[in-house]
């Protein structure tokens, strides 16, 4: 698909300069409406195109083919794509079943992941609080405790900050023992989570909106 080309090129839109050798076509704006407007389904977008396009950005940075200002260029693309899907995933529902909290942790300024989850949770019917990037436990604990029963979702990209994960997840039941703790991110496993006490692991959206339901209002 050349919606992933784009993203994987980092072209914005049609007006986006970089790079020079896509000069006037059109940018992962345009394409991930042309997608749409042809009758591909945001999942298949999302999961063939613009999540193996970010897997290839990713891969090309591991072997210095590509440097940060590239990555950031891509994920400037994705997000500008996923913008479009995000009315399909959040359709429907009636925000009723209860309120996830979700952040990045501490340390983490990694966000395209986090936000699909907070797009598909929403889209199953929950009330999201979105703390953004890089968030310390105070942050969670004080908005567990304005929003009683809320379940809380951590997102970690780097090893470095599954640490900051850890030491959150602890936080969180130190204070707010009976709060429900979902994690993901790239580097985690199941393991992981057992280690550092949290209830639920989950490798994509979906896991994490299927774990809600049982605990739905
Ligand atoms: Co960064 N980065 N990055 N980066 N980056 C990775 C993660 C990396 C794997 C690239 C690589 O080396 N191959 C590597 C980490 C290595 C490691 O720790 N093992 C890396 C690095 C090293 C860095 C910097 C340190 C680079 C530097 O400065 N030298 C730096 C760190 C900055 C910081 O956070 N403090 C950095 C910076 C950046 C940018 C800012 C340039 C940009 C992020 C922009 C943004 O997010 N707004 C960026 C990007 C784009 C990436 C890659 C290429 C793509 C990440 C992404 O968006 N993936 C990434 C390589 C890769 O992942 N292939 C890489 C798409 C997204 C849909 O997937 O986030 O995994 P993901 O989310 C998935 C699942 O993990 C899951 O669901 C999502 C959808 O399926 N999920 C959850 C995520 N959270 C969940 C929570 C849940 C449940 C599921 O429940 C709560």
């Known amino acids: 698909m050349k919606l992933g080309e784009a993203i994987e090129h980092g072209k914005v839109d049609k007006n986006s300069p970089y790079p020079p050798q896509m000069n006037g076509e059109d940018g992962a704006d345009e394409l991930a409406k042309q997608a749409l407007d042809n009758g591909v389904t945001p999942s298949d977008i999302l999961t063939e195109a613009l999540v193996p396009a970010m897997d290839r950005v990713g891969?090309?940075?591991?072997?210095?083919?590509?440097?940060?200002?590239?990555?950031?260029?891509?994920?400037?693309?994705?997000?500008?794509?996923?913008?479009h899907l995000k009315p399909f995933f959040q359709s429907g529902a009636v925000k009723t079943k209860g309120t996830f909290i979700i952040g990045t942790v501490k340390g983490d300024l990694h966000d395209i992941g986090k936000n699909l989850v907070a797009m598909m949770v929403e889209g199953g019917g929950w009330t999201i609080i979105d703390l953004g990037v890089?968030?310390?436990?105070?942050?969670?604990n004080q908005t567990v405790a304005e929003n009683p029963g809320a379940i809380v979702g951590l997102s970690a990209l780097l090893t470095?900050?599954?640490?900051?994960?850890e030491e959150i997840v602890k936080k969180i039941k130190e204070v707010h023992p009976d709060t429900k703790v979902i994690v993901g991110g790239a580097p985690l496993n199941d393991d992981f989570r057992v280690k550092i006490g949290a209830d639920f692991y989950s490798p994509d959206p979906r896991g994490a909106v299927e774990y809600l339901k049982e605990f739905a209002a």
């Open 134 to 140: 890089d968030v310390h436990e105070d942050t969670f």
């Open 160 to 165: 470095t900050t599954m640490t900051s994960m």
């Open 59 to 83: 891969q090309q940075f591991s072997e210095n083919k590509i440097f940060v200002p590239q990555m950031l260029l891509s994920a400037k693309a994705m997000s500008a794509a996923l913008s």
